[in-house]
Nanobody, 119 residues
Framework: QVQLVESGGGLVQAGGSLRLSCAAS????????MGWFRQAPGKEREFVAS????????YYADSVKGRFTISRDNAKNTVYLQMNSLKPEDTAVYYC????????????WGQGTQVTVSS
């Protein structure tokens, strides 16, 4: 059974940094593309960043480009989201997601971790 467990969320002041981690219990983790999404209160879930199975390519929402960095360590079955220069509008529950090779949607989701940025 696939499990994704996020950690690293918390309360930070505007301009601060956090690093989120997502530990995946996927035997073939290195073949999965991974993504981060977020959902703010009263809003729909939105894409934040994604990374290919090898880590060779990554993609970002315009709202976080230049401030957030997604990375992965396939030896540790873990994907990270380094968040710098945080803004109050980054406040949301952040979710990790995994997509199987060849799939067009994200198949597995974590339970989420809360990030709150105070002004």
């Amino acid at each position: 059974q696939v499990q994704l467990v996020e950690s690293g969320g918390g309360l930070v002041q505007a301009g601060g940094s956090l690093r989120l981690s997502c530990a995946a219990s996927i035997r073939t983790f290195s073949t999965y593309a991974m993504g981060w999404f977020r959902q703010a209160p009263g809003k729909e879930r939105e894409f934040v960043a994604s990374i290919t199975w090898s880590g060779g390519s990554s993609y970002y929402a315009d709202s976080v480009k230049g401030r957030f960095t997604i990375s992965r360590d396939n030896a540790k079955n873990t994907v990270y989201l380094q968040m710098n220069s945080l803004k109050p509008e980054d406040t949301a529950v952040y979710y990790c997601a995994a997509t199987r090779p060849g799939a067009r949607t994200y198949d597995y989701w974590g339970q989420g971790t809360q990030v709150t940025v105070s002004s």
